[in-house]
């Protein structure tokens, strides 16, 4: 039966990784001008998140292939569904790549994390090298900037549609309020 709304499944994998980034991102940042033992330890934080990000992203995936998605609304103009659409893959690439890249720094660093001191994760099976290791560490804080400054983007045209447009889009990923075709 086709509807305007997204799936259960899919706004409460959608909530749990908004959620979940940025507090990531928020550890993150409280962790930038700590003295090293202390950022360690909030860093140990950033990279745990980093991880239920991944296995949220990639059971968001799954879902998404599996489950059916509101399609587009006919009224937005061919460069809002475009951007949306471009956004939304940039979105999974990020989701995806921002951990996989922490992890294999991480590893070439030889630097291992716990999940918040529940078991250990493993480093994955990368070079011995500390500089490629923390150059690749700087590429995924900037990429992690370019995430935030794309929610904002994204949270703006949710804006832009619930209060200038006023065409319900807001309420397609929310379990209230009624979205319209």
Same mark, same amino acid.
């Given at each position: ?5 997204y ?16 507090v ?22 950033h990279?745990?998140?980093g ?14 292939l ?19 659409? /471009? ?11 921002l ?24 480093l ?11 150059e ?30 006023k ?5 397609r990923?929310?379990?209230?309020g /009624?979205?319209?075709?």
């Open positions: 039966m086709p509807t305007n709304r799936s259960t499944g899919a706004m409460i994998l959608h909530w749990a990784i908004a959620i979940a980034v940025i990531s991102w928020r550890v993150a940042e409280s962790a930038e001008h700590l003295a090293r033992e202390e950022k360690e330890a909030v860093m140990g934080n990279m745990a998140l991880m239920i990000i991944l296995v949220l992203t990639v059971v968001r995936l799954a879902w998404r599996t489950h059916a998605q509101p399609p587009l609304p006919v009224h937005l103009a061919r460069w809002e569904a475009a951007l949306a659409r /471009t956004i939304h893959v940039i979105f999974y690439v990020l989701l995806v790549g951990p996989l890249a922490g992890w294999i720094g991480t590893s070439m660093e030889r630097e291992g994390f716990s999940m918040f001191g529940l078991f250990e994760v493993p994955l099976p990368a070079p011995d090298d500390r500089r490629a290791g923390h690749l560490l700087e590429v995924h804080g900037t990429a992690g900037t370019i995430m935030i400054y794309l929610i904002g983007l994204h949270i703006l045209g949710a804006l832009k549609h619930h209060f200038w447009d065409d319900g889009m807001l309420w990923m929310l379990p209230f /009624t979205p319209k075709g």
